[in-house]
């Protein structure tokens, strides 16, 4: 089909449910989770505006060693690819809640461990130490692609859709190191993601609500001058309404046939997969484990938001 590449990003709001189901369709390869892309077009990023660094330093993961020299980047970007091939193995857990359960995973990389680190080698070589931002812009594309090809030749499909829930708001370097792109945002209720995040030990309230909003913001500022390539999705209307929502995310995709029939047909088919609880409708009022003080402390740091999206604060 040719289409646009098509990128998944979100915070806790059902990123790996939509990768899973897009995942199904005989066109699109789903290709999840690629955090070590994430490092590199922070890398990009940093080297574009350097006044961001001290922002960016907060969000490598993992966070040591520190910096954007060469050697810092592609040490986390290799600990990246070898958390992903653990976790896909069953060596290390994948950090979801019990609940989690899909028919492709957490994580989905179709290509070998020795494929992507052939890959990441000649990318090396390519942008050195990452001086000549040229050089790491267009080295940057041909290993994105690379990796993408590989994905689509191991799935036996032309098309891909890349599901990383930071990549959105990169998608400025993207577009540079890759020509124009899709972007799917999905958005979920801040104070159930706050929740989510804290049961799960993933940071205190205030960073789980600082991080809620920025990154709908950043990625949002990121595509404020491509509207058409751009997406927001509500999680909630995913899982309440699921046929109806996927038939937006397909049409958004140009999946090039009738997106109504299609939509309907992959959520039967994971229905069928997953039973009963398969878009579990249960857990969207979910907010245990906040109290009245953490609620307010949410509300501090990004209660503009959440009420301007129309979520309803409610009773705690």
Known sequence: M??????????RSGTTLLANLLGMHPALAAWFETRELC???RWMHVLSGRETAAFEYGYCVPP???GFSAEAVISRVHANVTDTFAKISGAKASGKAAHERYPLGNDCLLYSREEVLAALQDWQKEVGEG????????GTGKLITRLASLQCQAAGKQNWVNKTP??????????ESIGPCKIIYLVRDGLQVAASGYSLGWADVETLAYNWKGLLERTRLAMQDHQEHYLELRFEDLVRQPVASLERVLQFCSTGKNAADEAKALVQHFEALMGQHAFDTGRLGYREGLNADQVECFMAQAGDLYEALGYPCGDF
């Open 2 to 11: 040719g289409n646009l590449p098509v990128f998944i990003s979100g915070f």
């Open 39 to 41: 490092e590199i077009l």
């Open 64 to 66: 040591k060693p520190a």
């Open 131 to 138: 001086n000549d931002y040229n050089s790491l812009n267009a």
């Open 166 to 175: 930071e990549i959105g708001r990169f998608a400025c370097e993207l577009r």
